[in-house]
Nanobody, 126 residues
Framework: QVQLVESGGGLVQAGGSLRLSCTAS????????MGWFRQAPGNEREFVAA????????GYSGSVKGRFTISRDNAKSTVYLQMNSLKPEDTAVYYC???????????????????WGQGTQVTVSS
């Protein structure tokens, strides 16, 4: 089991930036692929970005590619999501998640993740 704690959310104007952090404990972080998801009111949880255990492989949803950057620091057991050029439609609760062992890092389905953080609210005003 792994515990995940997100931080860094908040209120920002359109065009601004935020950096989310997710710190893990309880499982071998440096062998675990990680992902970020988001969920807006009335919507399903949506894939945002994923990174494999080493950081060598990264994937993004089309809606954030070119604006968001996922990275990780295994020495700190932390994964980051740098969000630039934020838009009002990026408003959501953002969750980090740890990949289920044996699942391919690039599979975007939420069911391939078995540990989730509590979420952090990101609000982008127009």
């Amino acid at each position: 089991q792994v515990q995940l704690v997100e931080s860094g959310g908040g209120l920002v104007q359109a065009g601004g930036s935020l950096r989310l952090s997710c710190t893990a404990s309880g499982r071998t972080f440096d062998s675990t692929a990680m992902g970020w998801f988001r969920q807006a009111p009335g919507n399903e949880r949506e894939f945002v970005a994923a990174i494999n255990w080493s950081g060598a492989n990264i994937g993004y949803s089309g809606s954030v590619k070119g604006r968001f950057t996922i990275s990780r620091d295994n020495a700190k057991s932390t994964v980051y999501l740098q969000m630039n050029s934020l838009k009002p439609e990026d408003t959501a609760v953002y969750y980090c998640a740890a990949k289920r062992p044996g699942s391919n890092w690039s599979n975007q389905r939420p069911t391939t993740y078995n540990n989730w953080g509590q979420g952090t609210q990101v609000t982008v005003s127009s």
